[in-house]
């Protein structure tokens, strides 16, 4: 599993969601000591609002706003700010947020870290899997989106087509699919022509990377992601501004790569 999820722990701090409706009733179960503390800092049980509760030895509990059962609108990422609020350890939900598998998603990945260019320095957060959330499903989810922030994130000189080429690659690899790619000047003849006119003026010749897998038998769906690894708007005519964002151009293709990898790990395991 995820690195951000434990099957079983003990002891693992508790978290308390808590919102206008259950605030009076956790607030008693928590005791007059928690009780009187939570009067002195004048917490109140509104979405976003956080505080640790002081154990005796560090960190004895956490608690979060989230919105009423009765709201028109949930927020159901919103434990996913745990990961970055919480110190170093292993907690678990001492009651139930309003999706308990999207908040143990959203727990995971508020834990994401770019680690390509420095050392690993981050805290070790870890959540106890609710009963009833499937850690394995969750942990493919997370792969799946860890993989498209780290091509996403990392910058254009690094994170040029070859490089995503490579990327598709060691995917398949992954998951015994098949990968080819029709490069440069043979995008003409194989009817790319836009292909080949957005990026021929590159020095990285632009290509069509197909990735296939599974039953040939079986019917065909095609998932398609736009992967211009650097957006200059045609004659360099975009502000330096934008400029910065430009790296992201290629999210289309990070997203198809990480929903391909969800599909292939969770049939992998089905098997």
């Excluded at 059962?69 to 919480?86: H, N, Q, S, V, Y």
């Excluded at 632009?206 to 398609?224: E, F, M, Q, S």
Aim: proline fraction near 7%; glycine fraction near 10%; charged fraction near 25%.
């Amino acid at each position: 599993m995820h690195s951000a999820f434990v099957a079983r722990a003990k002891p693992a701090v508790p978290i308390w969601f808590v919102s206008s409706a259950n605030w009076r009733q956790v607030r008693r179960s928590l005791g007059k000591r928690w009780e009187g503390y939570l009067d002195a800092v004048g917490f109140e049980p509104k979405p976003g609002r956080f505080l640790l509760l002081p154990g005796g030895k560090g960190v004895g509990g956490a608690v979060l706003g989230i919105e009423a059962p009765e709201a028109k609108f949930k927020d159901r990422f919103l434990p996913g700010i745990l990961a970055e609020l919480l110190p170093a350890g292993t907690y678990r939900f001492a009651n139930t947020p309003h999706d308990p598998r999207i908040a143990t998603l959203a727990f995971a990945l508020g834990c994401y870290r770019f680690r390509r260019y420095r050392a690993d320095k981050a805290k070790v957060v870890c959540l106890v899997t609710p009963d009833g959330v499937d850690g394995a499903e969750l942990t493919r989810i997370v792969e799946a989106v860890t993989l498209a922030r780290d091509l996403v994130n990392t910058p254009a000189n690094d994170m040029g087509p070859d490089e995503l080429e490579t990327a598709a690659r060691d995917l398949a690899k992954r998951h015994g699919a098949g990968v080819r790619t029709i490069e440069g000047e043979k995008l003409l003849g194989a009817n790319y022509p836009l292909i080949h006119a957005v990026g021929r003026a590159a020095a990285r010749a632009p290509r069509l990377i197909d990735v296939t897998w599974g039953d040939p038998a079986c019917p065909k769906v095609t998932v398609v992601g736009k992967g211009v690894c650097f957006d200059t708007g045609g004659l360099n005519i975009k502000p330096e501004t934008n400029m910065r964002l430009m790296k992201k151009d290629m999210g289309g293709a990070a997203t198809a790569l990480a929903l391909a990898h969800m599909l292939m790990a969770r049939a992998s395991r089905v098997k």
